[in-house]
């Protein structure tokens, strides 16, 4: 141990040569011999105390500084020739030199801890080294004839002995301890002063008294050394030496007196003070020594209980009754409460403790299990939740054991508990999590296997087993799910299945089959994996598909069974999307359009515009296409009756309804449509139709007369008026003498009537002129076809022949259907009754063509022809013998109503032909 | 006067012709007596009349009722039937009936018509 560095403080060497030059001075004042120096020799044990700290490099200047202070007392005290002085401290500094090496040499580190270590210094310091010392010293007094070596040798050793045992503890306390500075409670102050009085006391008693008596000194000072150590025995010794001294110097002491005497007092002195210092030291040592001993138990105790509250456990100690006298920190700590705390309150403290701490649920087992182990005295271990600080419980395990004295009682119990909290949490979760698969494998909903890739089925739930129809037993027995597999599975099981599972540890989820026990075949849905880090093991989830095809089945019967009604109720059906494209057609549809649904894709148009284009009639395909395109705009149910081409070409009246099918949410999912062939019933119906037209128009014939009647009926009365007025009015004007104010009466009359005759005619053109609303697009060939058949009567009667020449294609025209029909009736009869004059040439002439944008009429006779063309539309003229001339005018007025002419031609040879014309309005249909 | 004016009854529902008819009787120097209607006339009496002209088609009793009760009364009494519609016209005379006028008749054929009904009076022999 290096106390001082190689270079010494400048003031250290000051003390040490302050020091060395007192010692010198001291050592003068008990100098045994005068002018020697011998005597107690303190620079000694300084010197060697000095140099055993100090670093050997630095040695040389302690030597010097030891040099000039020795040089500095013997120019002050001992007078002796330089030579002598020189040497002497030559001697000095040598057996400095050698106690130094010696001590730290052997008692390293120089500390005075142990008594080995003291008895070191004592034997090597105190006892070895002033043998160098006194050596030299004594062959130089011999030598310069001062003393006899032999004399001077022991007193040399003793005084440098006796220094070395005062000075160099004191020195190595003072650099060691004092450096270190541990301050002095109070009472240890008293205590040092208390010692320091009674040693003064003793040290004054003994010293100046009968010398036997100094050794009343021993008690205080080997109490000053048990109690302060070497502090308290060097300082106890430096102050014996001081008072020592003191005695001596004043004489009073009784090492003073004769100098015969003297010499042997000196030394009974020296004595003295060397046995106080070996004594002082040694038990200084032992106390320190003891001390040392005292403060490492009581280090390794602390270290101990650190150790106990580092644990990570919660540790108890408690009485044989069982109650705590010890917590550790971790567990007060984790409970929030110091041991002090629990037991601060009186009573039996372990029900309310438990309660306090532990978890409701285990309170009573914790209690019964205390209790029963204080009473047998059997350790016990147990799980329990316990409350910590935050009022959180966690779980502990609590082992609780014994501890027994030699005759077997208990002495006292451990208890300790460690926080499985976290192992109890993942244990908790790892058993749900267990159950959880658990209850996968064992619900009888999902049939579950474990397998290897050799074939086997290493375990399978009671769902498989059922699904398969095997017993446990055939399980244990060694099942083998590669044999349950039909053939084409477990090919394809070794081409796929096995691959797949190589590759990617899973086997997607595929239907297969298995055999049942009985050799049927169940249907399955399965799925497998491998376990994890295993490609020859693995688990497959298994379902029945057996009621699920059966459902299937089921379904698709019922859905076969729809299908047949709708593909074969005799009706056409039609299903198409929310836009109206078709998407379904039945067997009668098809088989009325002659094509299948997707027939006419491909052209540019859609499909449901294709099949318009192509079915519906062109006279109702607009009417057709605006409804479609209202219902699928609106939703608005569509139905309407239009003509349809079949297969073979004809059209054929149908009627179409169509409602839209709708899903939950309201939207249109599509159209579904019937189409009924109703072209029989309107067949039935046109002739219907027709009959009660010719009914209608038989009547109409019959009204025409009746109408004829009242218009003649109606022009007759004034025209009878107008009559008898002319004869009257001739009379009046032939009787002689004409009466003629009654001829002038009857004249105004005439004029009068003759107004009333026109106002007739007037009305009768009115009567005739009808309104063109009630004019529609017709097929001018169908009237006329209409009025043939009205004629056919009178034809037959009248052996009449008629010979039509009918355009096709004709463009409609816009008519009143019934007046035209009149007109054409008018001129037919016309014609015939012309030719009724000529019998046997009965031929009637009817052609009805396009010129221009025009239908035009003719209707030829050949009859006597007809004188004034012209005139003969006049009203009431007439050839006829009955006519009354309104025919042909009622005829022209209808025509020209109709923005029309007629008129009449002369036919050659003979004969007369009447013509029509009518606008034609739309384009020719087809 | 030695020679008395016969009386003609006319009835018609036509004022206009009633009243030209009275002008022509009366112009051929017949009394004429006017009847809107047949049951204005069977009011008045048939006792004083000489020959009766009645139009056929009248709403109320139409002249062949009135002919049918005037025959009851008065046989001997000569009715002239006149009518607008040819086609009863028609029917009459192929029923037989012979003193039947068309409107518009022919008024010297009328007058010759009344004056052959008159054979008797017109002597004067009473």
């Known amino acids: 141990m290096r106390v001082w560095s190689d270079r010494p403080e400048l003031l250290h060497l000051a003390i040490f040569f302050a020091a060395y030059v007192l010692g010198c001075g001291f050592a003068q004042a008990l100098a045994i011999i005068p002018e020697t120096g011998i005597s107690i020799w303190l620079p000694s044990g300084l010197f060697i105390a000095t140099l055993a700290l100090a670093s050997r490099r630095s040695w040389p200047q302690w030597v010097v500084a030891g040099l000039l202070a020795e040089l500095v007392g013997n120019v002050l005290w001992f007078h002796n020739p330089l030579p002598v002085a020189l040497l002497i401290f030559a001697g000095n500094a040598l057996e400095a030199v050698v106690g130094a090496w010696l001590v730290t040499r052997f008692g390293r580190p120089v500390r005075l801890d142990s008594l080995p270590e003291v008895l070191a210094l004592m034997v090597l310091g105190a006892g070895i080294a002033p043998i160098v010392g006194a050596t030299v010293a004594s062959a130089t007094l011999a030598w310069f004839d001062m003393q006899s070596f032999s004399a001077a040798w022991p007193l040399f050793w003793l005084g440098n002995a006796s220094g070395v045992l005062i000075a160099a503890p004191l020195a190595l306390a003072l650099f060691q301890d004092w450096r270190s500075g541990t301050a002095l409670s109070e009472p240890r102050w008293l205590e040092a002063a208390a010692i320091g009085l009674i040693l003064l006391g003793a040290a004054v008693l003994s010293l100046s008294a009968y010398l036997p008596f100094a050794y009343l000194i021993m008690p205080p000072l080997l109490w000053a050394a048990v109690r302060f150590e070497f502090r308290g025995a060097a300082v106890s010794l430096a102050l014996i030496a001081i008072i020592a001294a003191v005695f001596t110097i004043s004489g009073d002491s009784q090492f003073a007196g004769e100098p015969g005497s003297q010499t042997l007092k000196q030394i009974m002195l020296h004595l003295f003070l060397a046995v106080s210092a070996i004594s002082a030291v040694i038990v200084a040592a032992i106390s320190r020594q003891h001390q040392a001993a005292l403060f490492a138990l009581s280090e390794r105790e602390r270290e101990l209980s650190q150790l106990v509250d580092l644990l990570p456990a919660y540790i108890r100690r408690l009485t044989p009754e069982g109650r705590p006298f010890f917590f550790n920190k971790r567990l007060t700590d984790y409970i929030g409460a110091s041991l002090e705390e629990i037991n601060a309150i009186d009573g039996d403290r372990l029900e309310p403790a438990v309660k306090d701490y532990v978890h409701p649920d285990e309170a009573g087992d914790v209690e019964a299990a205390i209790r029963s182990a204080v009473a047998t005295g059997q350790a016990y271990s147990l799980k329990y939740r316990m409350r910590g600080i935050d009022g959180v419980y966690r779980w502990i395990e609590t082992r609780a054991e014994p501890l027994r004295n030699q005759d077997g009682t208990i002495a006292q119990w451990y208890s300790v508990s460690i926080d499985i909290d976290e192992q109890v949490r993942l244990y908790r979760e790892l058993e749900e999590r267990e159950g959880k698969i658990r209850r996968l494998i064992d619900s009888d909903i999902i049939g579950i296997v474990f397998w290897d890739l050799d074939g086997r089925i290493l375990e399978a739930n009671d769902a498989f087993l059922r699904m398969v129809q095997y017993e446990r037993e055939d399980l244990r027995a060694g099942l083998r799910w590669f044999d349950m597999s039909p053939p084409e599975w477990q090919e394809k099981h070794a081409r796929y299945e096995a691959e797949e599972l190589m590759a990617t540890g899973k086997m997607q989820a595929r239907e297969k089959e298995f055999f049942r026990k009985d050799g049927s075949r169940v249907p399955v849905l399965i799925g497998a994996a491998c376990f994890e880090g295993q490609s020859t093991q693995g688990v497959a989830y298994i379902l029945d598909l057996t009621a699920r095809r059966q459902a299937e089945a089921a379904l698709s019967e019922r859905e076969r069974f729809l299908w047949q009604v709708v593909e074969t109720l005799p009706v056409m059906v039609d299903c198409a999307a929310p836009d109206g494209e078709p998407i379904y057609r039945n067997q009668q549809l098809r088989e009325f359009l002659g094509y299948d649904l997707e027939a006419l894709d491909g052209t540019g148009k859609s499909r449901l515009a294709g099949t318009l284009d192509a079915g519906v009639h062109p006279d109702d395909l607009e009417g057709v296409k605006t409804n479609y395109a209202h219902s699928l705009a609106t939703g608005e149910p569509y139905a309407r009756r239009h003509r349809l081409r079949r297969f073979d070409g004809e059209y054929r009246w149908v009627e179409t309804r169509a409602a839209p099918m709708y899903d939950p949410k309201g939207e249109t999912v599509q159209w579904n449509v019937i189409c009924l062939d109703i072209d029989g019933e309107v067949q039935t119906q046109e002739k219907l139709r027709l009959a009660q037209e010719r009914l209608s128009r038989a009547s109409q014939a019959a009204s025409l007369a009746e109408l004829s009647a009242s218009i003649a009926h109606e022009v007759n009365q004034p025209l009878a008026a107008i009559v008898a007025n002319s004869h009257a009015c001739h009379r009046w004007l032939m009787d002689s003498p004409p009466n003629l104010a009654r001829a002038k009466v009857t004249a105004e009359r005439i004029i009068r009537d003759a107004n009333s005759a026109a106002d007739v005619v007037s009305r009768i053109r009115a009567l005739f002129k009808r309104s063109t609303a009630t004019r529609s697009p017709t097929e001018l060939g169908s009237v006329v076809a209409e009025g043939l058949g009205l004629m056919a009567d009178e034809v037959v009667r009248l052996r009449v022949r008629i010979d039509t020449d009918i355009e096709s294609d004709l463009p409609l025209v816009s008519i009143d259907r019934v007046q035209i029909l009149q007109v054409l009736v008018n001129l037919m009869r016309n014609g015939i009754e012309a030719m009724d004059v000529t019998k046997g040439a009965g031929v009637l002439g009817l052609r009805v063509r396009l010129m221009g944008d025009t239908i035009q009429t003719e209707i030829s006779d050949r009859g006597p022809g007809i004188a004034f063309p012209e005139k003969i539309f006049e009203p009431f003229f007439t050839t006829k013998e009955h006519g009354m001339g309104m025919g042909l005018a009622v005829c022209r007025s209808i025509v020209e109503a109709h923005d029309g002419r007629l008129w009449a031609e002369r036919n050659e040879p003979h004969g007369a032909t009447f013509i029509f014309t009518l606008p034609a309005e739309a384009k020719a249909a087809k | ?126």
Do not use: Q, W, Y
């Not at chain 2, 020679?3 to 003609?8: A, I, L, R």
């Not at chain 2, 029923?95 to 009328?110: E, M, N």
């Open chain 2, 1 to 126: 006067m030695s020679k008395k004016s016969p009386v003609v009854a006319v009835v018609d529902d036509d004022p206009r012709l009633l009243e030209s008819l009275e002008d022509l009787l009366e112009s051929a120097g017949h009394v004429v007596r006017s009847f809107p209607s047949a049951e204005a006339l069977l009011v008045n009496g048939l006792s004083d009349l000489d020959v009766l002209i009645t139009d056929i088609g009248m709403p109320g009793l139409s002249g062949l009722e009135l002919r049918d009760l005037v025959e009851k009364d008065r046989p001997d009494l000569p009715v002239i039937l006149i009518t607008g519609r040819h086609e009863i016209a028609d029917r009459l005379r192929a029923g037989g009936v012979s003193r039947l006028f068309c409107k518009p008749f022919d008024g010297p054929a009328l007058l010759e018509a009344i004056g052959s009904a008159l054979p008797d009076v017109e002597t004067g022999e009473r």
